[in-house]
């Protein structure tokens, strides 16, 4: 059974090496509210329209005291080459082995064209300035995540 986190609940700790190869913890967060998404590929075409939705809604986000990261099972020089060609400009974290998938619960079994697959389980959590899940989201869709997800917090669209 795969762990699920709820608000309330504490964010678990990770270090994690960004696109650049720099470590950013789990520590480094606390201050600012933090949007974690957890997605499955970089360069794909579901998660590059959620990552490119993220960045046209950067500003939104910031001016609201949202700082965006995303997580992906790629290594870090992918995750770079996806920044680079995307104009993300927000941080993008690499976990290659899923063990922060695992402590969020985003890596499990789900279903795939119809068959039940273990993978990453698309997720959003939001982060209060401790490092309180003050939002779970599971299985949320790529497409209009990022909306839903602004209007859920409050933020005009």
Avoid at 84 to 103: I, M
Wanted: net charge negative; aromatic share 8%; charged share 25%.
């Amino acid at each position: 059974m795969t762990v699920r986190l709820d608000s309330g609940s504490a964010a678990p700790d990770f270090a994690l090496l960004d696109q650049d190869g720099a470590t950013v913890r789990l520590d480094d967060l606390r201050g600012q509210k933090t949007v974690l998404y957890f997605y499955p590929a970089a360069m794909t075409p579901g998660c590059t329209t959620q990552a490119c939705d993220f960045r046209d809604s950067i500003a939104s986000l910031e001016g609201a005291g949202y700082r965006v990261i995303g997580v992906s099972r790629d290594e870090p020089a992918k995750l770079a080459e996806f920044r680079e060609r995307d104009g993300l400009t927000f941080t993008l974290l690499s976990d290659p082995d899923h063990s922060v998938h695992t402590a969020y619960g985003v890596w499990g079994e789900k279903m795939n064209y119809g068959k039940v697959v273990e993978g990453v389980i698309r997720s959003t959590f939001v982060l209060d300035e401790e490092g309180t899940i003050t939002l779970a989201q599971y299985n949320v869709k790529a497409t209009g995540h990022v909306a839903r997800l602004r209007k859920l917090l409050g933020i005009d669209a």
